[in-house]
């Protein structure tokens, strides 16, 4: 299994404003991703998260309004860009370890509200 | 594409009751499945996976099998405990036979109530 620990785990934010999410994890993964979940809803994924290199983002999401950096094999950040109240969410950061069957773990996630 | 679908919730039982949430899903190959559980104010957690068809998982009273021939995976429990309150997603993940890298899809998810 992997600990993995987000920062914040909340906050408050005002529209306009950019937020960066800090996930590290506590051995080494081979995949790492970025999903939302927003009210009352199911996860979506936002986007992998690959290291030394641009992350590939799902359709729906674009670099310019969620950057993701990946330095390393256990850091990574994601940042949401000029929010709105419909970024409210809680973004949670997941990763794969080695194995040969595709689970992912996940951190506990930061909340996200933006008035 | 790759989905997964939840019976529609909340599911709201009293303790020791038997269990079932509904999961099906669609993939043109053979994915894993699996069950997460995101308890009250917690992160999200994996409960139960299977790899492969007729594959059952299990976990904490929790069982679910592996069903191709239905595309199914429903989560059951003989007798519900008010600590096994929370919500449960079904998932899948395509990585055998797309290639590509890791990705879940995940139902809508259900929360369950048991109440003493």
């Known amino acids: 299994s992997a600990v993995i620990s987000q920062k914040p785990s909340r906050d408050i934010c005002q529209r306009g404003t950019s937020l960066t999410i800090q996930c590290q994890v506590d051995s080494q993964v081979t995949m790492m991703f970025w999903y939302r979940q927003q009210p009352g809803q199911s996860l979506t994924l936002i986007a992998t998260?690959?290291?030394?290199?641009?992350?590939?983002?799902e359709s729906g999401f674009v670099i310019d309004k969620f950057p993701i950096s990946r330095p390393n094999l256990t850091f990574s950040t994601l940042t949401v860009s000029n929010m709105s109240p419909e970024d409210s969410s809680i973004y949670l950061c997941?990763?794969?370890?080695?194995?040969?069957?595709?689970?992912?773990?996940f951190g506990e996630g930061s909340r996200l509200t933006v008035l | 594409g790759d989905s997964v679908t939840q019976m529609e919730g909340p599911v709201t039982l009293s303790e020791e009751a038997f269990l079932t949430i509904n999961c099906t899903y669609t993939?043109?190959?053979?994915?894993?499945l699996f069950w997460y559980v995101q308890y009250p104010g917690e992160g999200l957690q994996l409960l139960l996976k299977a790899t492969k068809a007729d594959d059952k998982g299990s976990n904490k009273g929790f069982e679910a099998t592996y069903r191709k021939e239905t595309t199914s995976f429903h989560l059951e429990k003989g007798s519900v405990q008010v600590s096994d309150s929370a919500v449960y997603f079904c998932?899948?993940?395509?990585?055998?036979?797309?290639?590509?890298?890791?990705?879940?899809?995940f139902g809508k998810g259900i929360t369950l109530s048991v109440r003493p």
């Open positions: 998260a690959n290291q030394g290199s641009e992350a590939t983002y």
């Open positions: 998932a899948l993940s395509d990585r055998f036979y797309t290639g590509a890298n890791s990705k879940l899809t």
């Open positions: 993939a043109t190959g053979y994915p894993s």
């Open positions: 997941s990763v794969e370890i080695l194995s040969n069957t595709g689970e992912l773990f």
